[in-house]
């Protein structure tokens, strides 16, 4: 099971931390990955972070890097993101998901298989 949770109402340019709490497999097998919704638009994949012995297996789309920075705590069993310098259009509802060892950014959904409830954001003056 995965729940991500931190969403809230923040300024522009302001900052969250979103968690994603996960129970039910070991993390240090997994792949996370962050995906967010919009009112009216479709799903997009905004973050992936393969397991810690692929090089170079950690994604972001380009609308948001720089400013996300996904990472995690294996023990803990909880996967983050921390999103700076936010934005009106960072506004959506924001998921977290998991599949085996690495993430694949160029298809659907990254090939998540397991998902959690999203949390909302909302970044407004």
């Known amino acids: 099971q995965l729940q991500a949770s931190g969403g809230g109402l923040v300024q522009p340019g302001g900052s969250l931390r979103l968690s994603c709490a996960t129970s039910g497999f070991t993390l240090d097998d997994y792949a996370i990955g962050w995906f967010r919704q919009a009112p009216g638009k479709e799903r997009e994949g905004i973050s992936c972070d393969g397991v810690s012995e692929i090089a170079g297996s950690t994604y972001y789309v380009d609308s948001v890097q720089g400013r996300f920075t996904i990472f995690r705590d294996n023990a803990g069993n909880t996967a983050y993101l921390q999103m700076n310098s936010l934005k009106p259009e960072d506004t959506a509802v924001y998921y977290c998901?998991?599949?085996?060892?690495?993430?694949?950014?160029?298809?659907?959904?990254?090939?998540?298989?397991?998902w959690g409830k999203g949390t909302q954001v909302t970044v407004s003056s």
């Open positions: 998901a998991a599949r085996p060892r690495q993430c694949f950014p160029g298809d659907e959904d990254f090939a998540m298989n397991y």
